[in-house]
């Protein structure tokens, strides 16, 4: 397993995805929290959309992005047809397709095009580089997650995570 593969789904910089997202309590996803932008389901959501774009990028889809930031968080419909169960199943199969796409040591050399907000160029990187940058993505939303779920007096979960 290389470091990308590891930073994305394993023990690396931060506790493992798949602890941060154990064992919420259900009400605890939607509970807003005083001074916060978005709740537990609304930044998760927000990870798995822009996962799901790096992963169209990676198969030579060149899905757009919003033209503007809130076009990336879920809207009250969105909330509505899907289940924090479901989301999170979302997450992680999408997750597990992006740690194939790092293990890919061969294919992480190879350009892909990557669309950016209207206006701005095209971006053009390795997918290496995108790669880079959805583990920064996911690291940094899953840290608030960690956040408000520390704010929220859930945390760390029984498979462990950070606590210093």
């Given at each position: 397993?290389?470091?990308?593969?590891?930073?994305?789904?394993?023990?690396?910089a931060?506790?493992?995805?798949?602890?941060?997202?154990?064992?919420?309590?259900?009400?605890?996803?939607?509970?807003?929290?005083?001074?916060?932008?978005?709740?537990?389901?609304?930044?998760l959501?927000?990870v798995?959309?822009?996962?799901?774009?790096?992963?169209?990028?990676?198969?030579?889809?060149?899905?757009?992005?919003?033209?503007?930031?809130?076009?990336?968080?879920?809207?009250?419909?969105?909330?509505?047809?899907?289940?924090?169960?479901?989301?999170?199943?979302?997450?992680?199969?999408?997750?597990?397709?992006a740690?194939?796409?790092?293990?890919?040591?061969?294919?992480?050399?190879?350009?892909?095009r990557?669309?950016?907000?209207?206006?701005?160029?095209v971006?053009?990187?390795?997918?290496?580089d995108q790669?880079?940058?959805?583990?920064?993505?996911?690291?940094?939303?899953?840290?608030?997650?960690?956040?408000?779920?520390?704010?929220?007096?859930?945390?760390?979960?029984?498979?462990?995570?950070?606590?210093?």
């Amino acid at each position: 397993m290389n470091e990308l593969v590891r930073a994305l789904v394993g023990d690396s910089a931060a506790a493992p995805p798949s602890h941060i997202l154990e064992g919420i309590d259900r009400h605890l996803v939607d509970a807003m929290v005083v001074g916060a932008p978005h709740t537990i389901y609304e930044e998760l959501w927000h990870v798995t959309f822009w996962q799901q774009i790096s992963l169209d990028w990676f198969a030579g889809r060149e899905t757009p992005v919003p033209e503007h930031a809130s076009g990336g968080f879920p809207t009250a419909q969105d909330r509505a047809g899907e289940s924090w169960d479901a989301l999170c199943s979302r997450f992680f199969v999408g997750l597990e397709q992006a740690a194939v796409v790092a293990g890919d040591e061969a294919g992480l050399d190879a350009t892909i095009r990557c669309p950016s907000p209207a206006g701005k160029p095209v971006r053009v990187m390795t997918v290496r580089d995108q790669t880079i940058s959805l583990v920064a993505h996911n690291t940094y939303h899953l840290g608030r997650v960690v956040l408000l779920r520390q704010m929220l007096g859930s945390w760390p979960p029984a498979s462990g995570g950070f606590t210093w």
